[in-house]
């Protein structure tokens, strides 16, 4: 079961890759500093999460202007995020959770997807600074986008 406002976001220390390596993502870092919206999506490169990530990233400005950094979320290896990012020009930190903790913390693991086993379900999540959850979404199928209407307006409420 996902996590309902009001309850204290789970922190967690995920995977990165860059131009400069492999690095560590801690969801604490950003207390006290800004708030934080977190998109987990169940695989890179699957059209719906191509199409989910490509959006953010243009409207990336909104986000920021809001005061918010945001994070890409799935069970896929550092590695083969970097290449997604890399081919489709994603502009947001993509945080593996290969052994599906944070999907798990969080309440978005799905068991099993078209047989490929368990994955997140695609899900946003808006973390204020003092690491409350201030917006929770899961959406009814992997197919469905989040309401990002509702992300920017919860953001817009705790600037």
Known sequence: MA????SKAPDFSLKTKNAGGVADVKLSNNFGKKNTVLLFYPLAFTGVCTQEMCDITSGLDAYKNLGAEVYGISVDSPFALEAWAQK???????????NKKAAQDY???????MGL????????????????????EVT????????????????????
């Open 140 to 159: 009814p199928t992997p197919k469905d986008l989040p309401n990002f209407n509702a992300v920017k307006a919860t953001l817009e409420k705790i600037k």
């Open 3 to 6: 996590l309902n406002v009001g």
């Open 107 to 113: 309440g978005t693991l799905l068991p099993d997807l």
């Open 88 to 98: 489709e020009k994603i502009g947001i930190p993509l945080l593996s959770d290969l």
């Open 117 to 136: 086993g368990s994955v997140s379900a695609r899900a946003a999540f808006v973390v204020d600074k003092k690491g409350v959850i201030q917006y929770a």
